[in-house]
Structures are given as structure tokens and as C-alpha cells.
């Protein structure tokens, strides 16, 4: 066969729409003096069947098989507000942030931060994942008041001569807290949760319930998260017994009973879901601290770095790994 030898540098195809035909067979069949650069199909080899020598040995020219982008989902729940003593309110629960796809860059180290949940009449400490911010909940009023604003507002307790509003949430984490009257009308206000108001105290004298919280699936397992705190019970005549609000779903304390002026059955938001904490019954009852925030990141394994600080807890889910931070630390994408 007649062989034409190219002598420029480069060779030109130009427009032609054909292929360009290698060299194949088999590894017994390859040349026995080849020179670096040579490149051939070998019919035995899987995936792209080319083959290069480098001057050394053969070496397979592997598929290119992107990396899938670098980026999370992410829970992001702030501290659940305290509840309030003495005729307390319910404390609001934690703001609650989520988001799908969040961009990440390869190498860069971002700063996770868990808030705490406030004790009676405090508000919730705030949550982060690289400055994305939620709110702590709102404090649940003690006995005449104020109520504390946040992710979700705390409820407005019971008031010898003063009544008002619960406390604000933050748009896009959390809602309002519940209203609260004076001593012979109702019960107290219950806090705000991430997905409704807290309930106004009844007029049976019944504390409200808390706001429920929302259900998140990021872990794999559908679970709520930011449940608003109860408020306790104010009795309307001396013989009743009067149960406080229960909490909201995710978390929410349950609120005082009204027993004849002991703190009685009401509850502390759950830890490192931001739920809530229940308000004190009257006299010298106790509101209970509002429940531990909660971080929570969901990365595709082919992609997870391994790379942490602040112990969080790992598992898979699927073809993903979850991260969930209790405390303060860091991921490396």
C-alpha cells in the first residue's frame, strides 16, 4: 500500500465531515517499537478503547466523567425563644431558612454557627451557614410584659390590666405570636412557629397553642422543624383546672396548667429543632428555655470533601451525604 508522508507540522482535515481512521487491534498486536505520542484503538480495552504510549508504557485514555456541581442543600434553624414566667406566653420558635442547590466553590471553607435556645423571658440565639442568617425566636411576655419580636414571635402573656399583640416574626422564616388578655379573660398567647401564627390565649382561659413548625425531608426522613411554645392557662373561677397550650408541631413546648399558682406540665422547646419554649403558669411560675437550633447540609457524596470541624453527625442518604450540625463548626467543599 502506498504511504504518503506528511512533512508540516500540522495536519489539516479542513472541512472534510468523514473521521479520521486509527490503527486498532489487539495488545499482542501493538507495534513492537512504538515512539512516544503514538496514539491507537486497542479492540481489548473498555470505555474509549484508545490508547497512547508515553514513552514508557501504554496508557488508557479514560472517558471524561464531569464532577456534578458544587453545591448543598441547606436547613438552617435559629435557637427557639424562652417562654415567659408568670402567666407567661409561649416563646417563639427559631427562624427556619431552607434552599435547594446552593452554590459552593471548591476548596473554600464555610463557617456553620448554631444558635442556643433562650431561657425563660430570652430570646433565641441566631443560626448561619456562610452568613445566610436565621433569627432566634421571639420571648415569650412574662406576667405585664413586652414580648420579644423574631424568627417567629413570642406570645403575649397574661396582664393584670394590660393585654397586646404577640410578637413579629421575620417574613420568609417564621410568624407571628399569639395575642394574651388580662387575668379574668383568657389564657396566655402562644409563639409563632415556621409555618403559622401562635394561637390567641382562649377565653375558657386556656392557654394557646404554639404555631406548628415546618416539615423538612433534607435528612431523608420527613421531620418538623420550629414549633411555636404554648402559653399557660389562667383559670376564670377558683375551682377550675385549666390546661395550658399545647406546643406546636417541631418542637413547641407545651404551656403551664393553671393549678392554683404553682408552675406546673409546661415544657421546654425541644433541642436542635428551635422549637419554642411553654410559658409559667401564675405567681412564681417558671417559663421554660426555648429548644437548640439545628444546621443542616445535604451534598452529593461523589462530591463530599470529608473536610469538618464541630463534629457534626454524617449519614447518607441515597447517593448523598447529610451533615448535621449541633454545634458551631465548618465545611470545605
Request: proline share 3%; charged share 10%.
Amino acid at each position: 500500500m502506498a504511504l504518503t508522508k506528511i512533512t508540516n507540522d500540522l495536519l489539516d482535515l479542513g472541512s472534510d465531515t468523514g473521521a479520521l481512521g486509527l490503527p486498532k487491534g489487539t495488545e499482542d498486536q501493538r507495534p513492537s517499537n512504538p515512539v512516544e505520542g503514538t496514539i491507537r484503538h486497542n479492540s481489548e480495552i473498555d470505555e474509549t478503547k484508545l490508547e497512547t504510549f508515553d514513552g514508557t508504557d501504554w496508557r488508557k485514555i479514560n472517558k471524561f466523567v464531569p464532577l456534578p456541581p458544587f453545591q448543598v442543600d441547606y436547613l438552617i434553624v435559629a435557637g427557639g425563644g424562652g417562654g415567659g414566667s408568670n402567666y407567661g406566653g409561649g416563646g417563639g420558635a427559631g427562624g427556619l431558612l431552607t434552599s435547594t442547590n446552593y452554590a459552593t466553590t471548591l476548596g473554600t471553607q464555610y463557617t456553620i454557627t448554631v444558635g442556643g435556645g433562650g431561657s425563660q423571658n430570652v430570646s433565641g440565639s441566631n443560626s448561619s451557614f456562610n452568613g445566610v442568617t436565621s433569627i432566634g425566636g421571639g420571648k415569650g411576655a412574662g406576667y405585664n410584659q413586652a414580648t420579644g419580636d423574631g424568627g417567629s414571635g413570642g406570645g403575649w402573656g397574661v396582664g393584670l390590666a394590660t393585654s397586646g399583640p404577640g410578637g413579629s416574626g421575620t417574613p420568609g422564616q417564621g410568624f407571628d405570636g399569639g395575642s394574651g388578655f388580662i387575668v379574668s379573660e383568657a389564657g396566655a398567647g402562644a409563639g409563632g412557629g415556621a409555618s403559622e401564627i401562635g394561637e390567641t390565649g382562649l377565653t375558657n382561659g386556656k392557654g394557646g397553642k404554639g404555631g406548628d413548625g415546618l416539615q423538612s425531608s433534607i435528612t431523608g426522613t420527613a421531620s418538623y422543624y420550629a414549633g411555636g411554645g404554648g402559653g399557660c392557662s389562667s383559670r376564670v373561677n377558683t375551682n377550675a383546672f385549666i390546661t395550658g397550650g399545647d406546643g406546636g408541631l417541631g418542637g413547641g413546648g407545651r404551656g403551664a396548667d393553671d393549678t392554683g399558682g404553682t408552675n406546673s406540665s409546661n415544657v421546654a422547646g425541644t433541642a436542635n429543632t428551635g422549637g419554642g419554649g411553654g410559658g409559667g403558669s401564675r405567681y412564681s411560675g417558671t417559663g421554660k428555655s426555648g429548644g437548640s437550633g439545628v444546621v443542616i447540609l445535604r451534598v452529593a457524596t461523589a462530591i463530599y470533601s470529608g473536610t469538618t470541624t464541630g463534629s457534626p453527625t454524617v449519614t447518607t442518604d441515597g447517593t448523598d451525604t447529610i451533615l448535621t450540625y449541633t454545634s458551631s463548626g465548618t465545611y470545605t467543599a
